[in-house]
């Protein structure tokens, strides 16, 4: 198993642009999520899913957009980038929500 | 308040001392438990679930206090390689609430 992959690994945006982070893993996890980790502020819920067709907003949704279409893939868009989104990017899953997860490399994210 | 609470540290520690970290969480329904290891520009990675009984898994102890709402993890005998932030993180009731993760503390072990 590949366990959870997120690409790209790294990425630099200008402030407006949009890009498609993407997140798959191959555990056939019902759950996913998104966080953003940031310098003394440690990791922050964006979004998250309890299975395809299903999402729900985390504690810092906004300029995020997010969809289930499989079990398997769980995509975080941003809109129009802003320099307040340089970050970097966890995805996550596990079995159901609230036991042990998983965690993808990361994707550091810098918007000039 | 925060959910989950850690002293930030940094804990700087020589070779073959014991530390131990504390944190305390807020809500008393949490049924889960876990520290998290996270190494530097790394994503975190699962050190260990917390059980009520306390669990040690070789060098590392962990345990629960219900009553006062906070879990410990201990490290005997520190290696260089222990070096790392270690994530305290708590579950909510019948896993219908994400995981809530502590900030973490970080620990330098030194030569």
């Known amino acids: 198993n590949a366990g959870v992959t997120q690409t790209p690994k790294f990425q630099v945006l200008k402030t407006g642009q949009s890009m498609t982070l993407q997140c798959a893993q191959d555990?056939?996890?019902?759950?996913m999520s998104w966080y953003r980790q940031d310098p003394g502020m440690g990791l922050r819920l964006i979004h998250y899913s309890v299975g395809a067709g299903i999402t729900d907003q985390g504690e810092v949704p906004n300029g995020y957009n997010v969809s289930r279409s499989t079990t398997e893939d769980f995509p975080l868009r941003l809109l129009s980038a802003a320099p307040s989104q340089t970050s970097v990017y966890f995805c996550?899953?596990?079995?159901?929500?609230?036991?042990?997860?998983?965690f993808g490399p990361g994707t550091r994210l810098t918007v000039l | 308040r925060k959910e989950v609470e850690q002293d930030p540290g940094p804990f700087n520690v020589p070779e073959g001392a014991t530390v131990a970290f504390n944190c305390t969480y807020s809500?008393?329904?949490?049924?889960?438990f876990f520290w998290y290891r996270q190494d530097c520009r790394k994503e975190p990675k699962l050190l260990m679930s917390?059980?009520?009984s306390g669990n040690e898994d070789g060098r590392f102890t962990a345990q629960l206090n219900r009553a006062s709402q906070y879990i410990s993890l201990l490290i005997r005998d520190s290696k260089l390689s222990d070096s790392a932030t270690y994530l305290c993180?708590?579950?909510?009731?019948?896993?219908?609430?994400?995981?809530?993760f502590g900030k973490g503390t970080r620990l330098s072990v030194i030569a």
């Open positions: 996550a899953s596990s079995l159901r929500q609230g036991v042990t997860q998983y």
């Open positions: 917390v059980y009520s």
């Open positions: 809500n008393s329904a949490s049924q889960s």
């Open positions: 555990m056939n996890h019902e759950y």
């Open positions: 993180v708590a579950a909510g009731i019948s896993g219908n609430t994400p995981l809530v």
